[in-house]
């Protein structure tokens, strides 16, 4: 079982940046993909990012690349998601994900407000 307990978000004008964290418990983190997912108020939940175990690989949705980064801590048991040049439609609660063969687990979610 892993737990996974994301932090960082919160309001921010426009242009402005934040950075989200996501702790995961258990001893097998490093065995996991992990991903950011975002979902806005009346909209499906969609992709953002993803890091494949060892960091070596990243993935992003169109809207954010260039102006977001997924990074992962093995250590600390940690995956963190950079936003820069935030924008009023990256308004959303962001979740992030634990993911490998025939296993899945969702944190919580955390809400980033991006004002005009």
């Known amino acids: 079982q892993v737990q996974l307990v994301e932090s960082g978000g919160g309001l921010v004008q426009a242009g402005g940046s934040l950075r989200l964290s996501c702790a995961a418990s258990g001893r097998t983190f490093s065995s996991y993909a992990m991903g950011w997912f975002r979902q806005a108020p009346g909209k499906e939940r969609e992709f953002v990012a993803a890091?494949?175990?060892?960091?070596?690989?990243?993935y992003y949705t169109d809207s954010v690349k260039g102006r977001f980064a997924i990074s992962r801590d093995n250590a600390k048991n940690t995956v963190y998601l950079q936003m820069n040049s935030l924008k009023p439609e990256d308004t959303a609660v962001y979740s992030c994900?634990?993911?490998?063969?025939?296993?899945?687990?969702w944190g919580q979610g955390t809400q980033v407000t991006v004002s005009s």
């Open positions: 890091i494949n175990w060892s960091g070596s690989n990243t």
């Open positions: 994900n634990a993911k490998r063969p025939l296993t899945d687990y």
